[in-house]
């Protein structure tokens, strides 16, 4: 009986080190992004799957770009954050854009397989930055796949430079897509802390209400502008279904374009773009801007975001005056519809979107 015990714990041990020994070698691995192939085996003679660095205003940045055929209009996704980079989850969600876009994943700056633990942390770093980053990704990809125009889709944080580009430059943008769009930070902190406040007392969460109270209401000078992020989760303001960061992180990971780099970007990240969080971006507010738009503009929220309010970004939908504009509501979604309802989003921007960045036919 001993015996037996021995040899099953043995097992389990060799197991366990060959499970761990998988695991070492795939966060080491160069990330690489498969080809689309053909019954055959053979990649699809149309088809574009690369995985890139391109110099990016003077920082070296990764672009993957992926496509089932290359003549399809352009997608790129811009990330929240910052920091944040959403590449290998939006793989893993939102690959059936892939066959009817060109979908480009920008990593920006310090997120994802830009992330570099040791290097030295930024000196500034504004908003405008990333509104410049993303117009050198939009000119490279425009000339490499002989284009005029495409598609931006902003997620979270990445709806600050993707709107500001799609105004800046709309002789580029074939439509404008915001998904959990920021509109106006101040107010909208303002707002999800009076919602987190009445989760609290519902939910008879003493803990939560109490560090909510010591907080208090936004503004607080001197101090973060956010309300915790960790609250917003717990309370379902961040994801409606049962589901949170850490599944898109194991989803990510599964993937070849994710490796080490990514794996300690969920976690440092966020201190490479500090002085943005709790700078700039901490008093964002677009009415400031101008709000009319010459190219169509799309925004897309969940039902139950509060970290992002929606109810803030419908107040700037109204505001809004452009060719052509509609306000998405999805309603089995908080601040994530990419993750909490892939194929409705995924299926909503093929079928509204996508006519919009083919070419015109004579």
């Known amino acids: 009986m001993l015996r037996i015990v021995f040899r099953m714990a043995a097992a389990l041990a ?21 080809a689309f192939r053909g019954p055959d085996g053979k990649p699809l003679p149309q088809s574009v799957a690369t995985m890139e660095r391109i110099s990016v205003n003077g920082v070296p940045q990764s672009v993957t770009i992926r496509g089932r055929d290359r003549r399809n209009p352009i ?15 939006l793989r893993h969600y939102d690959a059936g854009l892939e066959d009817h876009f060109v979908v480009v994943y920008w990593d920006q700056r310090y997120a994802g ?26 000119d490279t990809v425009l000339t490499r796949f002989n284009e005029r125009k495409v598609v931006l889709v902003g997620h979270s944080w990445g709806t600050v430079p993707g709107v500001l580009y799609a105004q800046q430059h709309p002789e580029k943008v074939a439509a404008y897509v915001g998904v959990g769009q920021v509109a106006d930070v101040p107010k909208s902190e303002q707002r999800s802390y009076a919602w987190a406040v009445t989760e609290a007392r519902a939910r008879r969460d003493k803990r939560g209400e109490a560090r909510l109270a010591a907080l208090g ?14 609250l917003m989760l717990t309370y379902g303001g961040s994801f409606h279904r049962q589901m949170g960061y850490n599944d898109l992180i194991l989803a990510g990971l599964r993937h ?6 990514d794996f300690l970007a969920f976690q440092g990240s966020g201190a490479f773009s500090n002085q943005l969080t709790q700078g700039e971006f901490s008093r964002f507010v677009i009415d400031d801007q101008p709000q009319v738009f010459a190219t ?21 939908y109204d505001q809004v005056r452009a060719p052509r504009k509609a306000f998405v509501w999805f309603e089995q979604s908080a601040h994530n519809p990419p993750f909490e309802e892939p194929a409705a989003l995924q299926n909503w921007i093929v079928q509204n979107v996508r006519p919009l960045a083919m070419p015109a036919t004579t």
């Open 113 to 138: 397989q830009n992330f570099d633990p040791g290097a030295p942390k930024p000196a500034t770093l504004t908003i405008q930055q990333y509104v410049d980053d993303l117009g050198v990704v939009v």
């Open 75 to 89: 997608l790129i996704w811009i990330h929240g954050g910052p920091g944040s980079s959403e590449t290998t989850a």
């Open 217 to 230: 209401p936004p503004p607080r000078p001197g101090q973060p502008i956010f309300t915790p992020r960790d």
């Open 296 to 316: 169509p503009i799309f925004l897309l929220s969940g039902r139950y975001d509060r970290q992002s309010e929606a109810s803030v970004a419908h107040d700037f």
């Open 256 to 261: 070849s374009e994710a490796n080490w780099r």
């Open 14 to 34: 060799v197991l366990i080190c060959v499970v761990l020994l998988a695991m070492v070698a795939r966060m080491v691995w160069t990330p690489s992004t498969p």
